[in-house]
């Protein structure tokens, strides 16, 4: 099989990143390997058919999260491929407690012993029905930062309104954080975690904001994620290239994305260094129009 000499990801989240990090650890790629995030204009000296890639040689896997159907339309403009992926608006905080200072240790390893290797920490999760208190489903994660110091996740919180606009980037998320989203997280929050007083009810909002953020997880119409080889043929005119070269699509894992990440990058690297991959992906596709319909 002939091989690409490098491997070009459109999308530095955690699938573009599970995938470089899988071609990376692959004895049989040989091949560069390139992420490429959000940018005011994706490879602005591309004449935006992607020829100008696939003439040197490359591979190409948008990865692109609810962007994808935008970034193949801008590159792939003349392919009737339609790649249907939305974007579920959710609001998240994190921040820290008094109350939760270090990290939770694990009960199977008792003070002194040894854990051959193995990490210690635990990272707790609550998963909340919806109650008088919210309509939502909240859910908390404790967890450690970068640094170790202990930290909770909480989130949950949905936004499927019309009236929410698509940013054009990523990195535009924050400019539509809505601050009622955020003060709702914040009742949950203290009522999780929160002191509480001897009748039970909240008596204190001690918890210190790391950050806020509004993200946008890709949904496909089908509701499963789509890992795919897209052939040449359909690529629209202009788009041709080298025998080596391929494009792939790996996106629309919904609110999975770092559950499904890992498991993603093992089989694109399977798949870019032509091993039949681990696990049958052929169900996770978009339509391809018959070679007689081009």
């Not at 990090?21 to 602005?44: C, M, N, T, W």
């Amino acid at each position: 099989m002939a091989e690409a000499d490098a491997v070009v990801i459109l999308g530095g989240g955690i699938i573009g990143f599970s995938i470089a990090y899988y071609l990376s650890q692959d004895p049989h790629y040989k091949g560069r390997i390139h992420v490429v995030d959000a940018a005011d204009r994706l490879f602005e000296s591309a004449s935006g058919y992607a020829g100008g890639f696939l003439a040197r040689d490359c591979d190409i896997i948008v990865a692109a999260g609810c962007w994808t159907p935008r970034v193949w339309n801008t590159l792939f403009p003349a392919s009737p491929v339609e790649v249907r992926i939305d974007g579920l608006a959710g609001h998240s905080v994190i921040y820290r407690t008094p109350r939760y200072t270090k990290p939770f240790l694990n009960a199977a390893y008792g003070p002194g012993e040894q854990s051959h290797g193995k990490d210690q920490h635990i990272s707790y999760a609550i998963y909340c029905p919806p109650t008088r208190s919210w309509t939502y489903s909240p859910e908390a994660y404790a967890r450690l930062d970068g640094d170790g110091k202990p930290e909770i996740w909480i989130g949950g919180l949905n936004d499927n309104s019309t009236d929410l606009p698509f940013p054009d980037l990523p990195t535009d998320s924050k400019k539509l954080i809505n601050p009622e989203r955020l003060a709702e997280l914040r009742r949950a929050a203290v009522q999780l975690t929160g002191m509480t007083n001897i009748s039970g009810g909240v008596a204190e909002d001690d918890l210190e904001v790391v950050s806020e953020a509004l993200c946008f997880r890709p949904i496909s119409q089908s509701g499963v994620p789509i890992i795919q080889h897209i052939p040449h043929r359909v690529l629209g005119h202009g788009s041709h290239g080298k025998a080596g070269a391929k494009v792939w699509i790996a996106s629309g894992h919904g609110p999975w994305g770092i559950s499904m990440s890992l498991g993603t990058g093992a089989v694109m690297s399977d798949m870019i260094s032509g091993r039949k991959p681990s696990v049958d992906v052929s169900g996770l596709s978009v339509e391809l129009p018959a070679s007689s319909k081009l």
